[in-house]
């Protein structure tokens, strides 16, 4: 299987999509309430993605998904790629060597296993936005600018020809800004100088009310933390004690994150967003970006957006000068 990956909107022609767990697995789950608020984000979390599934096929982008694998223990499911791995160039590269993985990675030639360290989930294209000739690199912690793989990678990615830009910005960038095609990007705030590194383009900011949409995860955070919603279980007090109890590796932190920003570009004419925001809408016709609401509805409890469950294998374009 041929990889390749130079910009986050050149055309879409192979893609990973997530997988949550077997039911079967939590069979023995005694508590009945427990186990029907479980098996029903299972349930519509499949279903949403093979919707997902089903729109990147009927737009010619061939789909694939992780393995399943029955374990004895339970960690975080194979269900958002996008943080496992990363196509860059013509290389993939992998910092989650999971095992649900294997018949992917068994066809894959040109691959890279990042060595197990600290900062190894920093390779991974959650962080890093590819634009040509240009990648934008984010990190997770201050430190992390000058660790050892940051300057590895810079160096080895410099001398393939890329201009590797090591932000200072903290945290999962496709979280936090999005280039749908060259000349404009969607942002939650202003986690760069866009006037110095993209002069000219249209920058569209997200605005703040979005929250104020968000009043029932306002009660569930003080029970949680705000890492994870299922909405209509606010009060759900069993389930919150169980997630909290044997599933914190599979939660994050969604209340840093605004999934409007969070889409996938199949091409520079059409975008794939969980659901409908006006402001984000308006600046998308006004670019002529079509979007396409592929439904994600556990996506407060999974803290993953349309980008995050997938990872694009293979996307047409060439390591080109400045967009």
Not at 260 to 285: A, G, P, W
């Amino acid at each position: 299987m041929k990889v390749k990956g130079y910009s986050t909107f050149d055309k879409l022609k192979t893609c990973l999509v997530g997988r949550t767990y077997n039911k079967e697995q939590f069979r023995e789950i005694k508590n009945q309430k427990v186990k029907d608020i479980l098996f029903k984000i299972l349930d519509e979390t499949e279903e949403d993605y093979q919707n997902l599934c089903d729109v990147l096929n009927k737009s010619g982008v061939e789909t694939l998904r992780p393995d399943i694998v029955e374990t004895d223990t339970i960690h975080r499911p194979a269900n958002q790629p996008r943080d496992d791995m990363a196509v860059i160039g013509e290389t993939l590269y992998v910092n989650n060597n999971r095992p649900e993985y294997k018949s992917l990675l068994d066809r894959v030639e040109n691959k890279v296993i990042v060595k197990d360290c600290e900062q190894q989930k920093l390779i991974s294209t959650s962080f890093i936005h590819r634009l040509g000739n240009e990648l934008h690199w984010g990190t997770n912690k201050p430190t992390w600018r000058d660790s050892a793989l940051v300057k590895e990678y810079q160096q080895q990615w410099t001398n393939e020809g890329f201009n590797v830009d090591v932000m200072k910005h903290e945290g999962h960038g496709d979280c936090t800004w999005c280039v749908p095609k060259p000349g404009c990007i969607v942002t939650l705030f202003e986690i760069q100088n866009y006037k110095d590194k993209f002069p000219g383009w249209d920058i569209c900011y997200i605005e703040d009310k979005y929250w104020n949409q968000m009043s029932p995860f306002r009660k569930v955070k003080q029970k949680n933390g705000g890492k994870w919603w299922v909405p209509g279980e606010e009060d759900s007090d069993e389930f919150s004690e169980y997630v909290e109890t044997y599933f914190k590796d599979w939660v994050g932190y969604v209340e840093e994150t605004v999934f409007e920003v969070n889409m996938l570009s199949l091409d520079q004419e059409t975008i794939l967003v969980n659901n409908y925001n006006k402001q984000v809408f308006d600046f998308l016709e006004k670019h002529r970006i079509t979007p396409v609401i592929t439904p994600f509805r556990h996506r407060w409890f999974w803290d993953g957006g349309v980008h995050c469950v997938t990872q694009d294998i293979y996307r047409e374009g060439s390591l080109l000068a400045r967009y």
